[in-house]
């Protein structure tokens, strides 16, 4: 496993879909209609600073609609708006930038952050956007869709140094993680907050469950806590001993019936939501670095990808491998990063830039989309518009076509 704490953040969590997290909440959400198609200016992207990322090796084709270029350093977190219009993104420079999908030309600049900026993400409706940096700087603004009018800042808090963020699914709810172990909860815009206290240990990585009032949070010492947002309580925990090191991912299956959690040993934990009993624990590959649940409904299947480019599709009721699609030891394997389903597709982003789509049937490769030249640090999925925006170790965020065509095409 690669030491990135000093430089680089974790990977941080993306696209949690959940529900309110109390029944106050119902009655404050407000829902955007269909947006209008926005319209940009042409803008001419530069890419003076690309030498400076340059590794001396062959550039890949470049496959994507758009790259983005403003950032001066490593690229760490993206988001797209729910219209799927609208990209923002956050880098080592201690920039957040908000910019066209369409023509890459910046719409604002999220100034003031004093530290790498490790989350980015817009809230389930699309009204707010939340930046955050390592040395706990949020800050929370009003989207403005209507005209070119700075966005305003709805919320703004200094919390201890950070290491993740999310945004509830279903309500204005923000969440972060420190490095010291808390958990902040924020209610947005009113500025509410509540915070669950660590072990003063790390958290690395959290995954809020479908029923929208628990999360769970993994640990640098191998914890796994089941909190429940309502009372701050911690409901259950996975049985010490079960991840010997650092935690660095958790899903939770679509039924909300199990939860898996991994460690960079190897282990892959399976525990049941209700009371967290181990079902199984699965001993993997070193070096694991993300897990995720298929979402189809007909496949009850779960994927692991580690750091030294093995990826394997298994059977959560069997707990056996149904098809491993990448092995180590092959010469054309690459890293995992980052993971994502995209119905039966499983979508892989990779240390050598490279974007891999597995067929979640075949355990086939069905496509790869190739750009970035260093490794991928975020990815994020459009349904809307069929998009994936991907950003990068090079410096760069890019804008793929999706090109497993949907159902719906």
Not at 126 to 143: E, F, H, P, Q, S
Request: proline share 3%.
């Amino acid at each position: 496993m690669r030491d990135r704490q000093e430089n680089t953040p974790p990977s941080s969590i993306n696209g949690d879909d959940v529900i309110g997290m109390d029944g106050e909440n119902d009655e404050e959400l407000i829902y955007l209609g269909e947006l209008d198609d926005l319209q940009f200016d042409d803008d001419e992207m530069v890419d003076d600073q690309e030498e400076e990322y340059d590794t001396g090796m062959e550039r890949p084709e470049d496959q994507s609609q758009l790259a983005f270029n403003k950032h001066t350093g490593s690229v760490f977190c993206c988001d797209l708006h729910p219209n799927g219009k609208i990209a923002v993104t956050g880098g080592e420079d201690d920039k957040a930038y908000v910019w066209s999908v369409e023509t890459g030309q910046v719409i604002m600049d999220c100034v003031n952050h004093k530290d790498s900026v490790i989350f980015v993400g817009f809230s389930f409706d699309g009204v707010y956007l939340a930046t955050i940096d390592m040395c706990g700087l949020i800050k929370v603004w009003k989207c403005n869709l209507e005209n070119q009018e700075p966005w305003s800042v709805a919320f703004e808090y200094e919390a201890d140094d950070l290491s993740w963020g999310l945004w509830h699914f279903g309500a204005r709810v923000l969440i972060c993680g420190a490095v010291a172990g808390d958990i902040y909860i924020f209610k947005i815009p009113s500025g509410d907050i509540k915070v669950l206290q660590g072990h003063n240990i790390r958290t690395d990585c959290a995954k809020i469950f479908p029923d929208g009032v628990r999360l769970a949070a993994g640990y640098e010492d191998g914890a796994v806590k089941i909190w429940d947002l309502k009372t701050n309580a911690v409901l259950h925990q996975v049985p010490n001993g079960m991840h010997d090191t650092r935690v660095t991912a958790i899903d939770i299956h679509p039924e909300n019936n199990l939860m898996a959690s991994i460690s960079t040993d190897g282990k892959v934990v399976l525990t049941t939501s209700v009371n967290g009993k181990v079902v199984a624990q699965l001993e993997a590959e070193n070096d694991l670095e993300a897990v995720a649940f298929c979402p189809d409904a007909q496949l009850d299947y779960f994927a692991l990808g580690t750091l030294n480019g093995s990826i394997t599709i298994w059977d959560t009721a069997r707990q056996m491998i149904r098809h491993s699609c990448a092995k180590s030891e092959e010469d054309v394997s690459a890293g995992v990063t980052k993971m994502i389903w995209i119905k039966d597709q499983l979508l892989t982003g990779c240390l050598d830039g490279s974007l891999r789509v597995y067929d979640g049937r075949s355990g086939e490769r069905s496509t790869m989309l190739t750009g970035h030249w260093s490794e991928i640090l975020d990815l994020v999925y459009n349904a809307k518009e069929n998009i994936v925006l991907s950003t990068s170790d090079d410096g760069t965020a890019r804008i793929f076509k999706y090109p497993i065509q949907s159902d719906n095409d």
